[in-house]
């Protein structure tokens, strides 16, 4: 069935390091493939999305590009901040749109 | 800007009681989700609505789960007889329709059962 992997957390990155986390997804058709992000005490937010193989999805200095060769829709961004502390989830949407199938989230914590 | 709404934020029940929650979403979004998340997870589908129309259930949604939206704008879910797993954030969204359509998350209720 569906299902997306993420990287198992927590991530401690010091400020201005280099952040990867990785996503993999099994999905059957072409889905559309997210980024959501929970700050502390909040509720979820879209961070990026990309709708099709290559795209490249963009938003606040995070970038995932939809590899359909590796299933694969890893986020980036080149210098992290404090503020980006939260919890990360990776998802992808059924065929029809109607669904989306989130990975277990990965906690980012930056420190100064 | 009026984002989608969740009400109450935080229920306290003891097992065995009823428990009702309202979402208001976005208002020109057509579709509405309900999602479950618990503790370090992320959310699970529950079910969709197309306007007033169900259109899809998860086998997660067992019979003491029932969700309407009866005007096509706002949205309730109830859970019946109340257990202790039942505890958990109960996420509401909305979108467009869409194939690709973002999903938009209201702040969640967070319920506990005890």
């Known amino acids: 069935g569906d299902s997306v992997t993420q990287m198992e957390g927590p991530v401690t990155l010091s400020e201005e390091a280099f952040l990867t986390i990785n996503c993999t997804y099994t999905?059957?058709?072409?889905?559309?493939l997210f980024w959501y992000v929970q700050y502390p005490g909040e509720g979820l937010q879209l961070l990026l999305k990309?709708?099709?193989?290559?795209d490249k999805g963009s938003n606040k200095g995070f970038e995932a590009t939809y590899r359909k060769e590796t299933t694969s829709f890893h986020l980036e961004k080149g210098s992290v901040q404090v503020s980006d502390s939260a919890v990360y989830f990776c998802a992808h949407n059924n065929n029809a749109g109607n669904m989306l199938t989130f990975g277990g989230g990965t906690r980012l914590m930056v420190k100064p | 800007d009026t984002g989608v709404s969740q009400d109450p934020r935080h229920k306290i029940t003891k097992r065995g009681q009823n428990v009702t929650f309202r979402c208001d979403p976005i208002?020109?979004?057509?579709?509405l989700y309900w999602y479950r998340q618990t503790l370090g997870q992320g959310p699970e589908f529950l079910t969709y609505?197309?306007?007033?129309?169900?259109?899809?259930k998860s086998r997660l949604l067992s019979d003491r789960f029932s969700a309407e939206r009866p005007k096509g704008s706002f949205s309730t879910l109830e859970i019946q007889r109340t257990e202790q797993g039942d505890s958990a954030m109960y996420l509401c969204a909305s979108s467009i329709s869409g194939t690709s359509s973002e999903q938009y998350f209201g702040p969640g209720t967070r319920l506990t059962v005890t």
């Open positions: 609505f197309q306007n007033e129309a169900q259109l899809e």
């Open positions: 208002s020109e979004h057509n579709r």
């Open positions: 990309a709708t099709k193989a290559d």
């Open positions: 999905a059957t058709g072409y889905p559309s």
